[in-house]
């Protein structure tokens, strides 16, 4: 009776672990970061050196970005994900009317870039290891508002979003890193002041950007 007992709890104890192991196993995953992003969309050649600076200053700006994700079997996770870009730039510009008079004035623009859509995450979160590799992709709309004084302009379209990052896992449920972005997106029409204005080819706004931010990782 005690060899029965005995065989029974050596196969009993290493399922009852396994269990245990995958109960234990987070099933949510939210991971905000925060950093810097630059806008890789080519400048006019037509604009003149002062506006070239004043746009430069809308070229680079604030990158804040977070995701929610449910683990599925294996690695991949499904989720939302959302992202920010924020930039601003004062300067003086000088402008001709049409009948060739110069009048200039100190402006100060504002831009605003969001992302939101659903996302598939690939990462090794389950493996026994500290080093943690993340990809995740999204897929949906991304949207542009800027505001220059009393003039605002709007405009939205399908854009997609792909991150690479390292985490180190400090704890069963925490973990920090670096991590690396793309933002891909183009406007082909914006509203300024609710009036409707098309871009012609060559001259649509582009929306992508490159970004290198601090990710965390919370899990439970």
């Known amino acids: 009776m005690f060899k029965k007992l005995f065989l029974l709890g050596a196969f009993a104890v290493p399922f009852v672990f396994s269990a245990q192991e995958t109960s234990k196993q987070s099933k949510f995953s939210i991971i905000p970061s925060m950093g810097y ?14 506006q070239r600076d004043y ?55 504002k831009d ?3 992302f939101f859509g659903p996302a598939l995450m690939i990462s090794n979160f389950s493996e026994a290891t500290r080093h943690k590799i993340v990809l995740d992709m999204g897929l949906g709309v991304i949207s542009y508002t800027t505001k220059t004084g009393t003039v605002k302009g709007t405009g939205s379209n399908l854009g997609a979003e792909i991150n690479f990052a390292y985490q180190y896992q400090i704890t069963d449920n925490f973990l920090i890193g670096p991590k690396f972005g793309m933002t ?37």
């Open 55 to 109: 746009i430069k200053g809308l070229k680079s700006g604030l990158n804040f970005d977070i995701s929610a994700y449910y683990h599925l079997r294996g690695a991949a996770a499904i989720g939302l994900k959302y992202s920010n870009y924020s930039a601003s730039s004062d300067g003086k510009i000088s402008v001709m009317d049409e009948s060739g008079n110069i009048y200039t004035g100190n402006v100060n623009t």
């Open 184 to 220: 891909a997106g183009t406007l082909n029409k914006m509203k300024f002041n609710g009036q409707t204005i098309d871009f012609a080819d060559g001259q649509k706004e582009g929306l992508h950007r490159v970004s290198l931010s601090a990710a965390a990782t919370f899990r439970f």
């Open 112 to 114: 605003n870039i969001t």
């Open 37 to 50: 992003a630059w806008r890789t969309a080519k400048m006019p050649n037509s604009i003149s050196n002062e």
